[in-house]
């Protein structure tokens, strides 16, 4: 049975991230989306409904499951007994901030692989931040969400007419 971790503040989960998790379950046996329970970044959506969320767009997925990590995320790794962390890489400017943090956790623990898969194309310059951003901005992020994210967005940031 081999599990992969697939770690990240998901605040909201996007169509990237739902495109590396199903890309991962091709590779994996259990793909374990793990949400860093971290208040200092102040979340825009609590974890408990981020949570929700992607159990909700994943529901299609037997092999995903989700849950919560706080603390290092080597040791969620190991207490999960998983023989990978993945990471979706969408340009070059990821790299260098992935490529730190994939040497540092193996630092951490030596036999904890860290596996850089790119997402579709066509999200391959969405990011949880830019979405919120655009949204509260009455920009058009339909394609990039799944609808149900789109929804809470809306019921965050209401729009007139
Ligand atoms: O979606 P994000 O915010 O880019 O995810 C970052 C995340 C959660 C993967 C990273 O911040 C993390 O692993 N945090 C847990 C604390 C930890 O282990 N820090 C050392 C990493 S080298």
Known sequence: ???AVY????DPITNGHLDIIRRGTRLFDRVIVAILENE???PLFPLDERI?????VTSDLPSVEIQSFS??????VRKVDAAAVVRGIRAVSDFEYEFQMAL????????????FMMPAVEYSYVSSRLI???FRLGGEIDR???PLVLQRLADRFPRNG
């Open 1 to 3: 049975m081999r599990t």
């Open 7 to 10: 770690p990240g503040s998901f």
């Open 40 to 42: 200092e970044k102040a």
């Open 52 to 56: 929700e969320m992607i159990r909700e």
């Open 71 to 76: 603390g290092l995320l080597v040791n969620f």
């Open 104 to 115: 540092m956790n193996r630092e951490l623990a030596p036999d904890a692989e860290t596996i």
């Open 132 to 134: 919120k951003e655009v």
């Open 144 to 146: 990039l969400v799944p």
